[in-house]
């Protein structure tokens, strides 16, 4: 199946500083990509979806100037966290879906964010 | 929105034991629906997925799933399970939200496969 890479798999940052998050799709041009956050013990809740050429897309109560989501190119989108809080800490998740015309899609290995 | 619901939470089962975890989506029409695994410390995986034709649904590692429309269901199933299917179960259905078109997941089941 396709590879999605995420990076960096754990980040420890302190209170107030900004994350970078990126997610690559190695072998296939991811036109809709999407980040999910999840908590310890619970399923994946959608953040937000950039889809190729358009800014990013976010679901109700994610704040976007917080989450800040690029999609630079087909292959690579990135997840900034802003002004970190420890309520922030959590895993993310990013998703690529690439023009197969059907809803599957691939997953990175996730980014573990704590924030101290 | 479409939606899934999983109903076992937490699943102990020794080795070679039968599995069956349950998976029910929300409303009917066309309907696409997925299985993924999460091992532990691992990224998600594809199980299985359905699209179309064939309700039974074969996937990797001896599981399989079959869509009953009747009954909204997809459940997951494997005849003998071995200690290395430790692992969350996600069921999955895509669902149109503010952000288009995403999969939508279901609570998850957190599977225990003791020796």
């Known amino acids: 199946g396709a590879v999605v890479s995420q990076h960096p798999s754990w980040v420890i940052c302190k209170s107030g500083t900004s994350v970078k998050i990126e997610c690559r799709s190695l072998?296939?041009?991811?036109?809709?990509m999407f980040w999910y956050r999840q908590f310890p013990k619970q399923s994946l809740m959608l953040m937000a979806t950039?889809?190729?050429?358009?800014?990013?897309?976010?679901e109700q109560g994610v704040e976007k100037d917080k989450f800040l989501i690029n999609h630079a190119s087909l292959t690579l989108s990135t997840l900034t966290v802003t002004s970190a809080h420890p309520e922030d800490s959590s895993f993310y998740i990013c998703?690529?879906?690439?023009?197969?015309?059907?809803?599957?899609?691939?997953f990175g290995q996730g980014t573990r964010l704590t924030v101290v | 929105a479409q939606s899934v619901s999983q109903h076992n939470h937490h699943v102990i089962l020794s080795e070679a034991a039968s599995l069956e975890l349950g998976c029910n989506y929300s409303?009917?029409?066309?309907?696409?629906l997925f299985w993924y695994v999460q091992y532990p410390g691992q990224h998600l995986q594809l199980l299985l997925k359905?699209?179309?034709?064939?309700?039974l649904v074969k996937g990797i590692k001896g599981f399989e799933a079959e869509f009953i429309k009747s009954k909204f269901s997809f459940n997951l199933r494997k005849p003998s399970v071995q200690w290395s299917d430790t692992a969350e179960y996600f069921c999955?259905?895509?669902?149109?939200?503010?952000?288009?078109?995403?999969?939508?997941f279901g609570k998850g089941t957190s599977l225990l496969v003791t020796p």
């Open positions: 998703s690529a879906r690439g023009r197969t015309g059907t809803f599957e899609a691939f």
């Open positions: 072998d296939f041009q991811a036109t809709t």
């Open positions: 950039s889809n190729e050429g358009s800014k990013a897309t976010y």
């Open positions: 409303y009917g029409g066309t309907v696409n």
């Open positions: 359905y699209f179309s034709g064939d309700p």
């Open positions: 999955a259905v895509p669902s149109y939200s503010n952000s288009g078109y995403a999969l939508n």
